[in-house]
Each structure stands twice: as C-alpha cells, then as structure tokens.
Nanobody, 115 residues
Framework: QVQLVESGGGLVQPGGSLRLSCAAS????????MGWYRQAPGKQRELVAR???????NYADSVKGRFTISRDIAKYTVSLQMNSLKPEDTAVYYC?????????WGQGTEVTVAS
C-alpha cells in the first residue's frame, strides 16, 4: 500500500528547532515534487515548502530563511529542518505530492511551539 508517514514533531520553545521526516513507501514519491504542508487549528491547510525531483526548492514567505526542505531519493525520504520556530508555526505538518494526492494524506506530525 502506497503511503506517507510523517515523524519528528513535538513541543519546542520559541526560537528552537525541529527536524521533520517523511518516509515514502514508493520511489514514485521521491522522484516527483514533494511538499510539506501544515494545518493550524481553525485554519486551512497550507503548503510551506516544496522540492522538485531535480532538487529545486520553494518556500512560503512565512517560513523563508527559517525552514529547509531536503530529500534523500535513495531512502525515499523528505525532511524539513525548522529553525527559529515561532508560536505561529504551531500546526500539524504533513507531506504529500505537489499538487497533493488526496489519497496520500498521512496522519501528520504535530508541532507545538510554546514556552
């Protein structure tokens, strides 16, 4: 079964860092454009970072300069390094294709930024 599994979330203080990881079950995901999305309470899900099969990256303005997306094609993983975290980064983070495949949403990993 094709799936995406996110991990690495947790509780962190403002200014702290976390590294999220997304494990894909198929090489299909690792060679196509992948993204990290997030959904904060009461808000719509938004794309915060994406990486193409060729390795080019794009970021939402809200995370530019603080988040870094990367991928290991051989290991079928996509990671999101998050630095200088802010309370407004609190959300459930998901990985998926860009544009997203509706049947591929995983459980997500929860990130809470609070003191």
């Amino acid at each position: 079964q094709v799936q995406l599994v996110e991990s690495g979330g947790g509780l962190v203080q403002p200014g702290g860092s976390l590294r999220l990881s997304c494990a894909a079950s198929s090489r299909f995901f690792s060679i196509n454009t992948m993204g990290w999305y997030r959904q904060a309470p009461g808000k719509q899900r938004e794309l915060v970072a994406r990486i193409s099969g060729a390795g080019s990256t794009n970021y939402a303005d809200s995370v530019k300069g603080r988040f870094t997306i990367s991928r290991d094609i051989a290991k079928y993983t996509v990671s999101l390094q998050m630095n200088s975290l802010k309370p407004e980064d609190t959300a459930v983070y998901y990985c998926n294709l860009v544009p997203p495949g509706q049947g591929y949403w995983g459980q997500g990993t929860e990130v809470t930024v609070a003191s």
